[in-house]
């Protein structure tokens, strides 16, 4: 299994780590389950962003409703783990649904890529650089 991406695209999910090294950081990934067509950056509302993230809702409504008039399909989110490395934590287990979203994962200055096919479980898929 594998997701691709631009490089450019890579680097701006690096950049927006990087930018916040005491905060997770979040966004939206767009295109179809094996491609990443667009990334969109969202600010993280969790209580405690240090530690877990969660997409402003406002952010996440938006984005459903451009797809469902057309616009390009949410596939998956990303985030950041400032302070771990970039594979799945406890609280992301908690957090997959089962529903083969892409979650990619920046920490330790690397990125990975993990689909999400049962509640709490990741698979890693292969990030395929174009």
């Known amino acids: 299994m594998s997701v691709t991406i631009s490089s450019s695209m890579l680097q701006q999910l690096l950049r927006h780590a ?3 090294p005491d905060a997770e950081v979040c966004g939206l990934l767009f ?10 950056a969202c600010e993280n509302v969790a209580a405690d962003p240090a530690r877990t993230f969660e997409i402003a809702p406002k952010a996440l409504i938006a984005a459903h409703r451009r797809s469902r008039a ?8 990303y985030h950041s783990h400032p ?13 997959a649904m ?4 892409v979650w990619v994962i920046i920490g330790g200055g690397s990125s ?8 709490g479980c990741f698979v890693e898929v292969d990030i395929v650089m174009n």
């Not at 295109?31 to 969109?40: F, L, N, P």
């Not at 057309?70 to 989110?77: D, K, R, T």
């Not at 934590?89 to 957090?95: C, F, H, L």
Request: proline residues 7%; glycine residues 16%; charged residues 25%.
């Open 18 to 20: 990087g930018a916040s």
């Open 31 to 40: 295109g179809t389950r094996d491609r990443i067509d667009a990334v969109e």
């Open 70 to 77: 057309g616009g390009p399909a949410v596939v998956g989110h």
């Open 83 to 95: 302070s771990g490395l970039a594979v799945p934590s406890a609280r992301d287990a908690a957090q």
């Open 98 to 101: 089962g529903d083969a979203a």
């Open 112 to 119: 990975r890529a993990w689909r999400s096919d049962e509640p």
